[in-house]
């Protein structure tokens, strides 16, 4: 098994028992409605990430530690894989480590999420950078789709969320958002305005989980992801507006999804490994 940054860490460092961050590997791929390879996606991240730096923006993630899990079993009923993921997340934040989880389709965040609630108690919050809202009810009568996780986590859970990025939804959606009180800042307005810094509401929770959808990149970034849409983040931009929604708060959990890895599509893979590291360099 080829370990996130390997080459990268010293033996210390990939120890699980006391890694400060643990990478699971999802590579689910059940309700993709357009492009295919979701399921490649782990293991092309994981991949890519021996090629990355130690060193990131002035400081060095992995001496933190991180250790790199089994992939996670998703093959059954979408509802047990759910369970799989949540398994494995809360066991991570019992552990003291923060859980990056790496997809994979956007439908895994329902079970990343709700592993992470169950080990903290407390009230968290959602920062999603999409291109896509994924508030359906459903999606081609699927519950637990790609399309309509951030309805099952918003509504049904009743968990804050901010939206970056989001550039195509439907009237379902948009109504949804008003219902649900979900704050965001859509592309158009983001990128137009070279905007890099939003404040989240007061009240939004001081736990954050970020789930980056890799289509909330534009595709000339990004291009290897299953449902490219013009228009969107910048890779600072995108990075700057997660890093400064984290100030005063704290890191919990992340995701990064939607990569469907293409032959000789090095750089799609090695933006979402750089992506994955940064994430982990914006924890406490």
Do not use: W
């Not at 708060?249 to 994955?276: H, K, M, N, Y």
């Amino acid at each position: 098994m080829t370990h996130f940054l390997a080459g990268e860490l010293t033996a210390a460092e990939r120890d699980p028992r006391t890694a400060g961050f643990q990478v699971i590997p999802v590579p689910l791929e059940r309700t993709v409605s357009y492009g295919a390879g979701t399921a490649q996606g782990p293991e092309a991240i994981i991949e890519a990430s021996t090629e990355l730096e130690r060193l990131f923006a002035g400081s060095e993630p992995c001496t933190k530690g991180i250790a790199t899990q089994e992939a996670v079993e998703c093959s059954g009923p979408l509802p047990e894989v759910m369970e799989n993921i949540a398994a494995r997340t809360e066991s991570a934040v019992r552990a003291g480590a923060v859980p990056v989880t790496l997809g994979g389709e956007h439908a895994l965040t329902y079970g990343a999420v709700c592993g992470i609630r169950r080990a903290v108690a407390r009230s968290i919050g959602i920062v999603q950078i999409d291109a896509h809202a994924d508030l359906r009810c459903a999606y081609q009568g699927e519950r637990h789709s790609h399309a309509s996780v951030m309805q099952l986590l918003a509504e049904e859970e009743g968990i804050p969320l901010a939206q970056f990025g989001v550039r195509a939804l439907c009237q379902e959606e948009a109504n949804l958002r008003k219902t649900a009180n979900v704050f965001f800042r859509d592309a158009e307005e983001l990128v137009v305005g070279d905007v890099h810094a939003v404040d989240l509401p007061t009240d939004f929770p001081q736990d954050i989980y970020i789930s980056f959808d890799l289509d909330g990149l534009d595709p000339s970034i990004l291009p290897d992801t299953g449902t490219p849409v013009p228009g969107g983040l910048g890779y600072y931009q995108a990075l700057n507006l997660l890093r400064h929604a984290l100030k005063g708060r704290r890191l919990i959990g992340c995701d990064v999804v939607e990569l469907a890895p293409t032959p000789g599509g090095a750089v799609s893979s090695f933006t979402a490994a750089q992506i994955t590291y940064a994430l982990m360099s914006l924890a406490d």
